[in-house]
């Protein structure tokens, strides 16, 4: 049967909607498989940037974790840092401390060496006197020190200083015996660095005893003694000066001709020190005995009894000295 001419063209027009229709299909797929390999191309590319991401969070994180750790370690040196900081704070404060201590004890050696010096002072003539003197108080060992003289009814000197238990001067002075002057601080290297300087320091002194027991004192001695050296170190001259100062303002002053060599030690034994005092102390023809009043001096206090016992035997008797007495001057040496 042969075709019409419509059927051909309808056959025509049919073949060109099929190949449009494949065209547009064709197209579209060339588009889907473009977007399907532009989102995996995207899906790879956001993997790669997750990854690097995540890599980076752990940089992050583990720069953070090194941060914290140093952070740690410089809070941790701070410390340290701090800690040693007050230990060499505290290193120095006893360092000073131990100067001080070490000028102190240069001081006593000075002073008992002057001990021996005062061979030279002139022996006064007359009653075999001894006087018991105890400076560097009062301290906890003063009560028991006026106990055992009140027991041996014999009265002594204490050379004073600006201590805590201060107002034991005032069971000094009631119980008969002598207040006399030694020193508000007993500091070498502020009271001998001017002549002006200890005169201050005295005046301290002065005041404090006398609201205390309503006098002052007119009896002193040097810390030290007069013949001490240790303060050449502060000011040339200053014992030379000062030992004619004091004198021109009414003072006695009074150094020793007998040394218990108790102040060569914090607490030497009390045997040493009641056979430095018996054994010098007989020869003599009185006796003026430097002894310690301190805290540390728990010997001296023990030696007591033996000492004045000693002496006893010697003949002595036992007065306090007044401004009347002979001084027992050293040679000056500054």
């Not at 040493?272 to 102390?281: E, G, P, T």
């Not at 540390?296 to 206090?301: A, D």
Request: overall charge neutral; hydrophobic content about 35%; some cysteine.
């Amino acid at each position: 049967m042969l075709e019409t001419g419509e059927g051909k063209a309808l056959k025509k027009k049919l073949s060109a909607c099929v190949a449009v229709f494949t065209l547009i299909i064709l197209v579209l797929a060339g588009a889907l498989a473009y977007a399907v390999t532009a989102l995996r191309q995207k899906d790879k590319a956001a993997a790669v940037t997750r990854e690097r991401l995540k890599e980076s969070g752990e940089l992050l994180s583990s720069a953070e974790s090194s941060l914290s750790d140093y952070r740690a370690k410089a809070e941790e040196k701070d410390r340290l840092n701090s800690d040693l900081q007050d230990k060499l704070n505290k290193a120095e404060e006893e360092n000073a401390g131990l100067r001080k201590k070490l000028e102190a004890l240069s001081a006593k050696k000075a002073e008992e060496q002057a001990g021996l010096i005062a061979a030279s002072a002139e022996k006064p003539s007359g009653r075999h006197v001894c006087y018991l003197t105890f400076d560097d108080g009062p301290s906890d060992n003063t009560l028991k020190i006026l106990e055992i003289l009140r027991k041996y009814g014999i009265k002594a000197t204490f050379f004073v200083i600006n201590s805590e238990k201060l107002d034991y001067v005032k069971n000094i002075y009631e119980a008969g015996h002598t207040v006399g002057l030694h020193s508000a601080t007993h500091n070498y290297s502020e009271i001998y660095k001017s002549t002006q300087a200890y005169l201050d320091d005295l005046k301290v002194i002065s005041d404090r005893v006398e609201s205390i027991i309503g006098i002052a004192p007119k009896v002193m001695r040097f810390p030290g003694g007069s013949s001490n050296s240790v303060s050449r170190k502060y000011c040339a001259g200053v014992m030379s000066s000062l030992t004619r100062a004091v004198e021109e303002l009414g003072y006695s002053y009074y150094d020793w001709n007998v040394s218990s060599g108790d102040a060569l030690s914090q607490t030497p034994s009390f045997t040493y020190i009641r056979n430095n005092v018996l054994k010098s102390a007989r020869d003599k023809n009185s006796a003026c005995v430097l002894m310690h009043d301190s805290d540390t001096k728990t010997t001296t206090v023990k030696a007591l009894p033996e000492i004045i016992e000693g002496l006893m035997k010697m003949g002595y008797s036992f007065e306090p000295i007044t401004p009347e007495v002979y001084g027992y001057h050293h040679n000056t040496l500054n």
